[in-house]
């Protein structure tokens, strides 16, 4: 429970566990593990119960992420050689690969309103935050930096926050926001040093 009066491990898989997210209804949570020469996405139920390896391979596949309905999971994988975006069903089996431009990507987040993946690009050098419909169609790079990464989508689907670091002795991380439009660059004011935002659904 966010308070802390309550811990429950969602399952051990033998290796390291990392990138966990939950389903939009809060009852199942998808995260990475290692295993053998490998990392594969895994999910169980919030319980700790029906716990089960949804991809099997020598690759890194991490970072996934529900569609809104639960029935679908996009992540990233360097299987085909580099990171790239792909999205299989929620029970698992063949996955479809859906970032084909230049260079690598990576945290692929599922919009609230489920017609959009956002998701990390590193392409010339530069980090870049950018959205995709959910066949890879119309990609869009929203912003380009020396260090841009981590979106979190607002529950209207509309506008994302993600982390900005730059060069320098005073160039830790920073939290900003910006519409998928590109427009309205924004820095959020934060006491010091944020990276790895996370936005809440509607607070009633």
């Known amino acids: 429970e966010a308070g802390g009066s309550r811990r429950q491990v969602l399952g051990q898989v033998g290796g390291m566990t990392f990138a966990p997210r939950f389903s939009a209804d809060g009852s199942r949570a998808v995260f990475s593990a290692t295993s053998g020469n490998g990392t594969n996405v895994y999910v169980t139920n919030v319980d700790g119960s029906g716990r089960a390896q949804l991809t099997n391979t020598a690759s890194i596949d991490t970072a996934p992420s529900f569609s809104p309905d639960g029935g679908r999971i996009v992540f990233e994988s360097d299987r085909a050689g580099s990171q790239q975006l792909y999205i299989m069903g929620a029970g698992g089996g063949e996955a479809r690969r859906i970032s084909f431009g230049e260079g690598r990507y990576a945290t692929p987040v599922w919009s609230p309103r489920g017609d959009l993946i956002a998701f990390t690009k590193i392409v010339g050098g530069r980090f870049h935050i ?56 924004r820095r959020v004011p934060t006491t010091g040093f944020a990276s790895d935002p996370s936005w809440s659904a509607l607070l009633s």
Do not use: C, H, K
């Open 130 to 185: 950018g959205v995709m419909n959910v066949d890879g169609g119309n990609e869009r790079l929203l912003t380009g930096s020396y260090i841009d990464e981590g979106p979190s989508w607002a529950p209207n689907g509309r506008v994302l926050m993600f982390f900005r670091e730059t060069p320098g002795e005073d160039g830790g991380p920073s939290i900003y926001s910006v519409d998928i439009t590109g427009r309205n660059l």
